[in-house]
């Protein structure tokens, strides 16, 4: 099921803002395409577009991001991860934002029960 524009016949491709959250990070990014998975959970983000900007200004928290998702063809993020989607008229500037937690090594990993062993 793929989110479409209320807009429907406009020639322009919508494009979406997604927040979501993943290790530790808040990441504010943006996208073509927003489905419902297949994998039952998840939110499935394609085609991921970056701020058009000039070659002598560059941004390195957008090119950072450009680096982490160069090769990714689908992006797939739990439910419980994105905090809000947008649809907007234009796509804009791609930010990480470190979010607060209250152990600076706190990597926001699953709890893993104890192992019994039978000595």
């Known amino acids: 099921m793929e989110i479409v524009s209320s807009l429907g016949m406009n020639k322009k491709k919508s494009v979406f803002r997604i927040f979501f959250s993943s290790q ?12 419902q998975s297949d994998i039952y959970g998840f939110v499935e983000i394609e085609e991921i577009v970056f701020g058009e900007k ?4 560059v ?7 450009k680096n982490e998702f160069a090769s990714v063809k689908r992006l797939m993020i739990p439910y419980h991860s994105i905090s809000r989607i947008d649809e907007v008229e234009k796509e804009g500037q791609a ?25």
């Open 59 to 65: 941004d390195p928290n957008e090119e950072a991001l």
């Open 24 to 35: 530790g990070k808040g990441y504010e990014i943006y996208a073509r395409k927003v489905n």
């Open 54 to 57: 000039s070659a002598i200004v």
């Open 95 to 119: 930010k990480v934002i470190a979010l607060a937690t209250s152990d600076p090594g706190d990597k926001s990993t699953l709890p893993v029960p104890p192992l019994n062993r039978k000595d």
